[in-house]
């Protein structure tokens, strides 16, 4: 079993950065590869970014590729995602999730998941 829990979100301007906070605890989080996810009003849950075990791997959706930074700290148990030039299509709920095997990008490939934060991005 293995917890976690978002911090971060808020309201921000088109153009601003957002740092968003993932911290696991229970069964030993580096064994397990990191992700974030969102979903926006009406929407299908998406995937955001993904982190391997160790760090060395990263994915990233189309949409937020060379904006959002995905990056891990095993002894600090987080993972954290930078936002960078925020665009009013970033607004939704997001979560951070775990999971093992395979770094993919779909949502049923990861077995953990927190309660999400909200980011909201005005025009």
């Known amino acids: 079993q293995v917890q976690l829990v978002e911090s971060g979100g808020g309201l921000v301007q088109a153009g601003g950065s957002l740092r968003l906070s993932c911290a696991a605890s229970?069964?030993?989080?580096?064994?397990?590869?990191g992700g974030w996810f969102r979903q926006a009003p009406g929407k299908e849950r998406e995937f955001v970014a993904a982190?391997?075990?160790?760090?060395?791997?990263?994915l990233y959706a189309d949409s937020v590729k060379g904006r959002f930074t995905i990056s891990r700290d095993n002894n600090k148990s987080t993972v954290d995602l930078q936002m960078n030039s925020l665009k009013p299509e970033d607004t939704a709920v997001y979560y951070c999730?775990?999971?093992?095997?395979?770094?993919?990008?779909?949502?049923?490939?990861?077995?953990?998941w927190g309660q999400g934060t909200q980011v909201t991005v005005s025009s």
């Open positions: 999730a775990a999971g093992s095997g395979i770094l993919t990008t779909y949502t049923y490939r990861y077995t953990y």
């Open positions: 229970g069964r030993t989080f580096s064994d397990y590869h």
């Open positions: 982190v391997s075990w160790n760090g060395r791997s990263t």
